[in-house]
Each structure stands twice: as structure tokens, then as C-alpha cells.
């Protein structure tokens, strides 16, 4: 074999992953929009009192067996984001990405949007990098206030 025959074949086989990759992503992406109309359409506001929260793999949280049996095998490996919180008189372990697991704080009521199990959005609370900007906006409206202190 010659070299030439060797980069067709690499090509070749490049092209096959690349085309396959594609094939997949477009069907992850078809999954994951009706997935996501399904949340649409049975989420619910409810407020919450956050007791405790933390990132911890689903086996060591204490999950319904229904709910661990029913979630993906890959799952049980990765550690997700964990909130734990009482819902009227009943104390629940809900699930929530990354970004809502910042926003939330612990030992306050929250207004969310639930389903089922997962936290799907914080209403009415402001988001890390909002509270930052807040924080930096504060710091340098009192540094502008002492200079002026000092002029006068």
C-alpha cells in the first residue's frame, strides 16, 4: 500500500465518524426538544423551603427506588445536583442543573418551577453573576462616595 491509499482510507473513515456524530446529534436534538415541551407542559409553580443542598452521585441520595431504577445506567456514575426540600409538610430530594443549584440559597423559601422531580427554573431570584454585578456596582458607588468625602 502507498501512502496515497492510506490517506483515502484515513479520510474515509474520518468522513464515517463525522457523518455519524451527525446523525446522532440530530437525533439527541429531536429527543431533547420533546423532552424539554414535555417539562413545558407539566411544570408548576411552587415555593419551596431549601433545607440542604449538594452534588452527590444519585446512589448515595436518598432517591425513590422507582426513581433510581428508571433513570439511565450512565447516571449512576456521574454526580448531579441535589436539593433537598420540604413542600408543604412533605420533605422531597429534587434534582436541578448546575446554574440553578448556584442560584439557589440554603434555609430560604424560593418560588420554582417544578417537574415532576426537577427544578426547572427560580422565579423572582436573582441570578450569581447578577448578584456580582450588584455587589461590584455597590463597592464602587461607596468608593466614588469617599473621594468625594475626601475632596470636600
Same mark, same amino acid.
Given at each position: 500500500? =502507498?501512502?496515497?491509499? +492510506? %490517506? !483515502?482510507?484515513?479520510?474515509?473513515?474520518?468522513?464515517? %465518524?463525522?457523518?455519524?456524530?451527525?446523525?446522532?446529534? &440530530?437525533? #439527541?436534538?429531536?429527543? *431533547? @426538544?420533546?423532552?424539554?415541551?414535555?417539562?413545558?407542559? =407539566? &411544570?408548576?409553580?411552587?415555593?419551596?423551603?431549601? +433545607?440542604?443542598?449538594?452534588?452527590?452521585? +444519585?446512589?448515595?441520595?436518598?432517591?425513590?427506588? $422507582?426513581?433510581?431504577?428508571? *433513570?439511565?445506567?450512565?447516571?449512576?456514575? %456521574?454526580?448531579?445536583?441535589?436539593?433537598? #426540600?420540604? !413542600?408543604?409538610?412533605?420533605? *422531597?430530594?429534587?434534582?436541578? =442543573?448546575?446554574? !440553578?443549584?448556584?442560584?439557589?440559597?440554603?434555609?430560604?423559601? $424560593?418560588?420554582?418551577?417544578?417537574?415532576?422531580?426537577?427544578?426547572?427554573?427560580?422565579?423572582? *431570584?436573582? =441570578?450569581?453573576?447578577?448578584?456580582?454585578?450588584?455587589?461590584? #456596582?455597590?463597592?464602587?458607588?461607596?468608593?466614588? #462616595?469617599?473621594?468625594?468625602?475626601?475632596? @470636600?
Amino acid at each position: 500500500m =502507498s501512502t496515497g491509499d +492510506i %490517506i !483515502i482510507i484515513i479520510t474515509v473513515v474520518v468522513g464515517l %465518524i463525522f457523518g455519524l456524530l451527525y446523525f446522532l446529534n &440530530k437525533k #439527541a436534538a429531536q429527543k *431533547m @426538544s420533546v423532552q424539554q415541551e414535555m417539562i413545558d407542559r =407539566s &411544570k408548576q409553580l411552587v415555593n419551596i423551603f431549601v +433545607i440542604d443542598k449538594k452534588k452527590a452521585k +444519585i446512589t448515595e441520595v436518598n432517591m425513590p427506588k $422507582v426513581v433510581t431504577e428508571q *433513570m439511565p445506567k450512565f447516571y449512576k456514575f %456521574i454526580k448531579l445536583y441535589f436539593v433537598q #426540600a420540604k !413542600i408543604g409538610p412533605q420533605i *422531597m430530594t429534587l434534582i436541578c =442543573s448546575k446554574h !440553578i443549584f448556584n442560584a439557589i440559597t440554603v434555609k430560604k423559601n $424560593v418560588k420554582v418551577e417544578l417537574a415532576g422531580i426537577y427544578i426547572v427554573n427560580v422565579v423572582g *431570584m436573582k =441570578s450569581p453573576q447578577e448578584l456580582k454585578a450588584l455587589k461590584k #456596582a455597590k463597592k464602587q458607588k461607596e468608593k466614588e #462616595a469617599k473621594k468625594e468625602a475626601k475632596n @470636600s
